[in-house]
């Protein structure tokens, strides 16, 4: 019996939450390890949409759910989101859900500087959440993050303290921001402080305890391998590692212990944020009304910011690559219905480079933006996928789409999701059978 994680294979947004849950109603913990509140994680069970951005997906129904310590934790947005869930009925306990107790914060300082630094880059800027996630980060590997079980010592801080705000203050006042105030930071950790810390805990302990017990655990990922700090388009990518390797260094749990890797793409391409997409379709011509159509029909638009997706054709050199780099094994694709009623669909299977085809994606930004997709078109069909639930509801077209996909990328397909609701799943293999 396999533990499962499930990564993105594109740049986000592929419809983890769905997957995530349907996986989740039979494992005995749910695990995230990467990321923070940026991610975007819908959920649709029966009338009600859950939208999670840094609880685990388990959390809806009950499941012990653990932030594990690869996660950046905002405590005043946990706050929120537990309230927000608890509104609908959805209560997090210290049994149902677990927080690292060695999890970096991340502070109201980080969310300043990462939209200070948005704002000043202009053309050149990341398009981030603003959520703090890249600041938090980069104070966790300089070593000068607070952390969790910090929040236990608030009176033993002022070592911490000096190093962050040594640290602060001079990229402050570059911006022409005053330096931290400190006794307001502590006094809003401290208001803050017994909240989070009834739910931490050495969590590598649990996971390690569940593991012994033959424990079925799923881990769920955030963001994209395309958005990955290294095998993503750099600089255009979040600050964590979203491949599966990741999972086991952000839960405290060995390599060993991470088994089927479930990575999801959608039967098409989006991206919100700035960077490289090599098949977009967008300008005032036929590819920009064919982006809107795949924009309007799979209702793209950020969970977390609400910023319109960017959309293009399926492209199987980067899915390719993602399943390398992040360890899938299979893939489930998602929104196959957003490609219904088109006369023709276009797989991209290489890029032209300076006369040349290449079968992977460069890793210098000046060849990202000279590649040029090659594409495979295919016929379209025009019967509705919505709602499929085994090959037998799919047009034969749709079913040659899926296989052409799946060789191209060299990794089977595990899963076809066709609507929102979990129920609307076609299984072809089950990651937790393996
Ligand atoms: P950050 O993670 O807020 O630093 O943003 C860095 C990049 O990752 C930006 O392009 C964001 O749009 C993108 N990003 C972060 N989280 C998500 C997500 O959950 N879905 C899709 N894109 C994301």
């Known amino acids: 019996m396999a533990n499962v994680a499930v990564i993105g294979a594109q740049w986000g947004d592929e419809g983890k939450g769905k997957i995530v849950d349907w996986l989740a109603e039979r494992a005995d913990m749910v695990v995230r390890f990467q990321g923070g509140h ?166 590598w302990r649990d996971l390690n305890l569940a593991k012994e017990a033959g424990k079925r ?78 924009g309007t029909r799979g209702y793209e638009f950020g969970t977390v910011t609400g910023r319109k997706r960017r959309c293009g054709w399926f492209d199987a050199v980067l899915v390719r690559q993602s399943a390398a780099v992040g360890g899938i094994t299979g893939i489930a694709l998602t929104k196959i219905d957003v490609l219904d009623g088109f006369e023709e669909v276009k797989i991209c299977t290489g890029y032209r480079l300076r006369g040349e085809v290449i079968d992977y994606y460069p890793a210098h930004a000046a060849d990202q933006a000279l590649v040029e997709p090659v594409y495979e078109t295919m016929p379209g069909w025009q019967e509705s996928t919505a709602g499929a639930r085994s090959w037998a509801d799919l047009p034969a077209q749709a079913i040659k789409y899926i296989r052409r996909v799946e060789e191209l990328i060299r990794c089977p397909v595990a899963l076809v999701s066709t609507s929102p609701e979990r129920a609307d799943t076609i299984l072809v293999r089950d990651p937790f059978a393996d």
């Open 217 to 294: 655990i799923l881990f769920e990922g955030a963001q994209g391998v395309l958005l990955d700090i290294d095998h993503g388009t750099y600089p255009f990518v979040t600050s964590s590692n979203t491949i599966a390797g990741s999972a086991a260094g952000g839960s405290g749990l060995g390599p060993a212990a991470v088994g089927f890797v479930l990575g999801i793409a959608k039967a098409y391409t989006t991206r919100v944020g700035s960077g490289p997409f090599p098949t977009e379709l967008d300008g005032d011509g036929p590819d920009g009304a064919t982006g809107e159509r795949l």
């Open 38 to 203: 940026n991610a975007g994680h819908t959920l649709v069970v029966g009338e009600n949409v859950y939208k999670l951005s840094l609880l685990p997906s388990g959390i809806v129904r009950g499941t012990p759910s653990v932030i594990g310590n690869g996660v950046v934790l905002d405590p005043w947005a946990l706050k929120a989101e537990i309230e927000r869930l608890a509104a609908q009925g959805v209560t997090a306990t210290p049994e149902t859900l677990r927080i690292a107790d060695n999890c970096a914060l991340i502070l109201p300082f980080h969310r300043d500087l990462d939209g200070l630094r948005e704002d000043a880059s202009g053309a050149g800027k990341i398009g981030t959440t603003r959520r703090g996630i890249g600041p938090a980060y980069e104070d966790k590997v300089g070593r000068r993050a607070i952390r969790v079980c910090d929040l236990a010592h608030l009176d033993d801080l002022g070592p911490q303290l000096d190093r962050l705000t040594a640290h602060h203050d001079a990229l402050r006042a570059g911006f022409g921001e005053p330096p931290i105030d400190r006794d307001t930071l502590v006094a809003e950790l401290r208001a803050i402080a017994d909240f989070v810390l009834q739910f931490a805990r050495p969590v």
